[in-house]
C-alpha cells in the first residue's frame, strides 16, 4: 500500500507551505497550459475547482479565459490557501465564491451543477481510495457533456525523468512530508470507462513528468442523441 499524508497532515503542510506553491510554476505552468487549451473555456457556464491552492488558475481563468458569466466555484481544505485564493480573486468576488473543505474528495457543486471540472496538482497527494472517489463525484457534479480536467505527476519519458522519478519516489516512500505528499501517477488508470478522453499528453520538464487528461461526461441518453 502506498503511504499518503492523512487530511489533516496535509491540510497542516498547505497550511505552512502557503504562497510558496506558486514556486512550482517552473514544471507545472506547461501542463496547466496545455490543460486550458483542451477546456473549450469560451462557453463555460459554471467552473469547479477541487485543491485550488492560492487561486492562481482561478484568477487566471476569470480574468482571461472565461466569458463574463460564467461562475467559478473552488474549494481548498487549507485554510491559508483559501486566504490565498479569496485575496487574488477578489476583484471577481461576484462570480467566485471560494470555501474551505475538510479534504473530503468531494467537488464544491451540486448534482450536474458545473460544465467544467479542474484540479491540477491535486490528485497525487490523494490516497488510490480518495482519487477513486474523487473520479466518481466528478460523476455526480459534471452536466452531461461537461469535460473534466486534471493535471499530476507522473513518471516522465527519458533517462533524465526515470532519474529524477526514482529519488522522488524513494524519497515519498520515507517520508512524504519531504514531497509535499505528493508522488507520481498513471492517472488514466483511474478514470472509469464511462468517460470519453478527449485529450491525454505527458509532458517532462528537467525531468519531472506531468500528466494531462481531459474526459468528457456522455451518459446514455446523450450517446444516444
Known sequence: MVRTLSHSQARAFYDRFGAKQDLQG???DAAVDDLVAHLSLGDARHVAEFGCGTGRLAARLLASQLPPW???????????????????????STRCQVTQG?????????????????STYVTDLLS???????????????????????????????????VVTGLWETAHRLNPVWVGGCRPLALRGYLPDRWTVTHHRVLTVLGLGS????????????AAA
Open 26 to 28: 517552473w514544471y507545472e
Open 70 to 92: 460564467a461562475r467559478y466555484t473552488a474549494a481548498d481544505q487549507s485554510a491559508t490557501m483559501v486566504g490565498l485564493a479569496r485575496d487574488r480573486t477578489r476583484g471577481d
Open 102 to 118: 475538510d479534504g473530503t474528495p468531494r467537488w464544491p457543486v451540486d448534482d450536474g451543477a458545473a460544465d467544467r471540472l479542474l
Open 128 to 162: 488510490d481510495e480518495d482519487i477513486t472517489a474523487l473520479l466518481t463525484d466528478a460523476w455526480r457534479a459534471l452536466a452531461p457533456g461537461g469535460l473534466l480536467g486534471l493535471v499530476s505527476l507522473t513518471r516522465g519519458e527519458g533517462v533524465l525523468s526515470r
Open 211 to 222: 500528466e494531462v487528461l481531459v474526459a468528457r461526461k456522455v451518459d446514455a441518453g446523450s
